[in-house]
């Protein structure tokens, strides 16, 4: 039996907490919570800086429990400190409508600071929250004021190490040298399956050596005077990150479960917890008993959060005093507010200009809105001449040769914290995660980008962004088969259909320039997550001289009516292929067919209109209707209609000139004009319109009816 000092009972109690709030669920894991309750205590109530009567304190501590699948410690901590999360949810653990579901989620759970449970999520969105807090810390603080001067924690299994994403975002934050960000590895030697050493034998810590972190072993996981002397020489590592590799077990106190893969991700048992009680000294087997001396220690964090935060907001109200002019700045950063000439300088073109790419258009656009928006900052995987996404003389966030964060850094071209560009590497993964870490830190307006087909490899991440409501910014060009040379394995298919099936993400995929201006109008303003879809080939400024209500944000609009009254067809398009169908339009005119032409650069934002304003766009009575997009036609069935035909490709792309490829597959002007000739019933009339040499009619893989 376990000598019950107050810290061991406190520890107890977390670990107790946590195995009843599994039992009494019959479901979940209770085998992280039980061994890294000894860590997770001392950094909660000897380091963390928190205010748990406001967990929107700017100047908290980030805690991130990456090893999602241990939420039951999370949930215990934050109720026994004092968050606003009562002792019956708790008991509602993994229930339908409760506070503490199955892993923790952003904005669903008061305290939760991001969304985990995918492996090495929480990982990279640390590294992300670090580069947010050393950003803001170069760029705001000044000698004898720091208004920003926090630590990023971080609690992460042998999975997290495991997983991909986790050494991209390691490798990243090692480069950058972010001494703010300190992880503790519970290092249990157990995963699901059994025990790690099956197919985890390489040193962990070597690794992190190699990426420039500063590593330190902890033998004994319910050491807590080492483990807070690791986390303190932790916090002097201002030039590298920290790994703390704390050895501990598995369901620790569980007679039979201890260091058994079945504590894992199962409940003890109704006997097995009975006799973990009495093992570890417990005085009752009733559940969810708090001792009251336990509860009082935690308790502790709610006075000493509110004087942490009252003598910060005294020194940024000196701050503000003695710099007026980046205190006006930063006011706005704490609370999400644009600046009020945010939109200032967008740019704006005329159908005569010349035909320009819309990912060119969004680099200008982006550009224009960096100049009024300060914390707009962001970065490319490697392809910033690829995706026009650099920020012109604002800077590289690179770490100084003489300083870290929170130094004042140069901008201008010189390398510091303060810079706005930041070089992700060709490390997708990580670069998707880390976003998401920065939006969720907040302060900053973060985007990220690259070519459309590697959104495959941030899928996890970006379906995050929209289960967390995230503002997210995810750049994407190179957006069809009209990428050419490079091929099928660089030309997206498949990916647009399955992004729009995200709930909560706005995909928008413009058509011209200042429809591409219009989505980083709306993105900026918007509370959510937005993907742009941007085009490598160049497309025509659209004239919009005759356009009902051109609007981005609602999602679709007609962008040229039909001559005479009630049109015959609509004709709807996104991205590069919009001017196919303006072309089109002029096409029918010669066959006395009167069209309407439709651009869509957002199923998510028209779907959200009212069903008048969608009617008065697509009406139901108009029932011929031609889609096309050089994207899968999936999902397009919805706005084509029973009796409307779909172009688009259902295989994979080819290698030739972009122009040639869309050719080939039948994105052209005579393949629309002789689509919607056929839904008129003009057989012969669209035969002319595209016959062999357009050779759209016989190799249009994805043209059909809905």
Not at 314 to 323: G, I, P, Q, T
């Amino acid at each position: 039996m376990h000598t019950q000092t107050l810290e061991n009972l406190c520890i107890n109690t977390i670990r107790i907490l946590s195995a009843d709030a599994v039992q009494n669920a019959n479901s979940g894991h209770p085998g992280l919570p039980m061994g890294a309750a000894a860590m997770a205590y001392a950094l909660w109530t000897r380091f963390l800086k928190h205010n748990p009567r406001d967990p929107h304190w700017f100047d908290r501590d980030r805690f991130v429990l990456s090893a999602g699948h241990g939420s039951m410690l999370l949930y215990s901590l934050l109720h026994l400190t004092g968050y606003d999360l009562p002792l019956e949810q708790l008991k509602r653990f993994r229930q339908w409508g409760s506070q503490t579901p199955g892993h923790p989620e952003r904005g669903h759970t008061v305290g939760v600071e991001v969304a985990t449970g995918p492996l090495g999520q929480g990982f990279g969105n640390a590294v992300g929250m670090a580069i947010a807090e050393a950003w803001l810390a170069a760029r705001y603080n000044r000698p004898e004021h720091k208004i920003v001067d926090h630590y990023t924690y971080a609690i992460c299994g042998d999975g997290d190490l495991m997983e991909g994403i986790t050494q991209e975002a390691a490798s990243l934050a090692g480069h950058l040298r972010l001494g703010k960000l300190i992880c503790l590895y519970d290092r249990n030697h157990i995963s699901l399956s059994g025990a790690t050493d099956m197919t985890f034998t390489e040193d962990v810590a070597r690794r992190f050596d190699a990426y420039g972190w500063h590593t330190r072993t902890v033998t004994d996981g319910n050491d807590t005077e080492d483990i807070a002397k690791a986390i303190q020489e932790a916090q002097q590592q201002e030039r590298r990150p920290s790994l703390i590799l704390v050895r501990t077990h598995i369901g620790y106190g569980s007679p039979k479960k201890q260091d058994n893969f079945s504590a894992h991700g199962s409940p003890l048992g109704e006997e097995e917890l009975q006799a973990t009680k009495r093992a570890l000294g417990w005085p009752t087997m009733d559940k969810f008993y708090l001792p009251k001396e336990a509860v009082d220690r935690f308790r502790e964090a709610i006075d000493k959060g509110a004087r942490a935060q009252q003598e910060w907001q005294k020194r940024y109200e000196a701050y503000k005093n003695d710099f007026p002019k980046e205190g006006a700045e930063f006011d706005p950063l704490l609370s999400g507010k644009l600046p009020e000439n945010w939109a200032a300088g967008l740019p704006n073109w005329n159908s005569s200009d010349k035909p320009m790419s819309t990912r060119v258009a969004g680099g200008q656009a982006l550009n224009a809105l960096a100049k009024n928006i300060p914390n707009l900052i962001g970065g490319s995987a490697d392809l910033n001449s690829s995706t026009e996404t650099a920020l012109k003389g604002l800077g590289d966030f690179q770490p100084s040769e003489a300083g870290g964060a929170g130094t004042l850094g140069a901008v201008g071209g010189e390398w510091s914290y303060a810079g706005r560009n930041l070089a992700f590497g060709v490390r997708e993964h990580a670069m998707g995660a880390a976003v998401n870490g920065m939006a969720a830190h907040g302060g900053v307006l973060p985007f990220s980008a690259t070519f459309l087909v590697f959104s495959d490899y941030m899928k996890p991440a970006i379906r995050l962004a929209a289960l967390s409501g995230l503002k997210s910014f995810f750049v994407f060009t190179h957006d069809s088969v009209g990428v050419g040379e490079d091929g099928p394995t660089h030309e997206p298919v498949e990916q647009l259909a399955g992004l729009r099936s995200i709930p909560g993400l706005t995909v928008i995929r413009p058509a011209d320039g200042n429809e591409t201006a219009e989505a980083w109008a709306f993105a900026v303003q918007h509370g959510g997550p937005t993907l742009f879809a941007l085009t490598r080939q160049d497309v025509p400024h659209l004239d919009r001289g005759n356009a009902k209500d051109p609007s981005v944000a609602k999602g679709a609009y007609i962008l040229s009516e039909a001559e005479g009254g009630t049109p015959e067809v609509i004709l709807i398009g996104t991205g590069s292929e919009v001017a196919l169908c303006v072309k089109a339009q002029e096409k029918l005119k010669g066959y006395g067919v009167s069209a309407r032409v439709v651009s869509m650069p957002s199923w998510d934002l028209f779907a959200d209109q009212d069903e008048a304003y969608r009617d008065s766009v697509l009406p139901k009575a108009i029932k011929r209707r031609v889609t096309i997009e050089a994207a899968s036609t999936f999902g397009w069935h919805r706005w084509a209609r029973d009796e409307g035909t779909m172009i688009g490709i259902d295989r994979f792309g080819a290698s030739a000139p972009g122009q040639e490829l869309m050719k080939q597959f039948g994105f052209t002007a005579e393949h629309v004009t002789s689509a919607a000739l056929r839904l008129l019933g003009r057989n012969d009339e669209a035969g002319k319109e595209c016959g062999p040499e357009t050779a759209c009619a016989a190799t249009a893989p994805g043209e059909g009816h809905a």
